[in-house]
């Protein structure tokens, strides 16, 4: 987020009447893993009386990597923070959490005075929250035991390690595909997620739209045959592949799909149509500039590499 357009925009609100009440930075977004500065953004809601919240989903947890946690600085001095243990805590969907620094906000707002919600001094109804005022919810799952076995069974630094590692893994593949030519890596990477965009040579001369099928039908191949789940986004307009590496044992699924891929004949092909004015049909063998065998992991003898870092950490 633009800090100064920000006050900018707060400030031509205000003259036209509207009331900003609420300013949300992000810690990892969805799409890159990017980080918002967090400080800067508390420093405006303090001075302009807004309430700074912040997305946590699943960035917060950099807080258990350490040299990381300069992504977060400022996370502190947020009214509220929203987080889900089952993203990078590898917890049993769902186990979504919020915080926040005052719980009588929550009371204020979620609380009913129906007779049969009404607490008591003594008894099941005495001296204990009732979380039936803390949100929607009336009858609720346990959430929380699921989160602490995780807790219990890993550990703090343990699950920081795991996710210091996904992140050197992003990293390592982001440099891994810099040295293709037609592979460009177009975000940088500083989290668990690495975007990038292949434009192969028999694609040079078409149109960027082009360029978007090809790659989200190359994203379809590798789900199709079982090699890997990326997804898609979509930055500046153009279609890229995102990777977002959140497993701890990855070094056993990728020496598995080095040995089972390497059997196979090289021959592979994809197909697709472009409708704008009229249906085109390409057809692209992946034996010539992209070689398909080589796009995920790219070079078997850097592999080995890659499983070592993986056995390392």
């Known amino acids: 987020m633009n800090i100064e357009a920000l006050k900018i925009m707060i400030e031509e609100d205000r003259q036209q009447g509207f009331v900003p009440f609420c300013i949300v930075g992000n810690a990892g977004t ?22 700074f919240h912040v997305d946590g989903a699943f960035g917060s947890f950099v807080v258990l990597d350490p040299s990381r ?33 005052q719980i009588s906000m929550l009371n204020a707002t979620f609380s009913s005075p129906r007779n049969y919600l009404v607490g008591t001094k003594r008894g099941f109804a005495g001296d ?12 609720r799952p346990c959430r929380a035991l699921k989160v ?11 699950l920081g390690q795991s996710i210091a590692a996904n992140c050197d893994q992003a ?54 045959k079982g090699i890997a789940v990326p997804s898609t986004t979509r930055l500046k307009d153009r279609l890229h592949i995102r990777v977002c590496v959140e497993i701890d044992p990855i070094s056993d699924k990728l020496a598995k799909f080095q040995s089972d891929f390497w059997r196979e004949e090289h021959h592979w092909y994809t197909e697709y149509s472009y409708n704008s004015t009229q249906s085109i049909t390409y057809t692209i063998p992946f034996t010539s500039t992209i070689a ?9 003898r850097e592999e080995a590499t890659l499983f070592e870092k993986c056995d390392n950490t």
């Open 148 to 158: 602490w076995f995780t807790i219990k069974e890993h550990g703090i630094i343990r």
């Open 171 to 224: 990293q390592y593949l982001a440099n891994l595909l810099s040295k293709y030519d037609f592979i460009q890596v177009l975000t940088p990477v500083s989290l668990n997620i690495v975007n990038f965009r292949v434009e192969p040579d028999e694609l040079k001369n078409s149109d960027p739209e082009t360029v978007d099928i090809f790659n989200d039908e190359l994203v379809n191949d590798f789900q199709e």
């Open 292 to 300: 398909m065998q080589r796009f995920f992991l790219l070079d078997v």
């Open 30 to 51: 969805v799409s890159t893993g990017a980080f918002d500065d967090l400080s800067a953004l508390s420093v405006v809601a303090r001075e302009n009386n807004i309430w």
């Open 69 to 101: 946690q300069h992504l977060i600085d400022g996370l502190s001095e947020a009214d509220s923070l929203a987080f889900d243990f089952h993203k990078w805590l590898h917890t049993p969907y769902a186990a979504g959490c919020v915080l926040l620094r």
């Open 128 to 139: 204990t929250p009732w979380f039936c005022d803390m949100g929607i919810e009336l009858s």
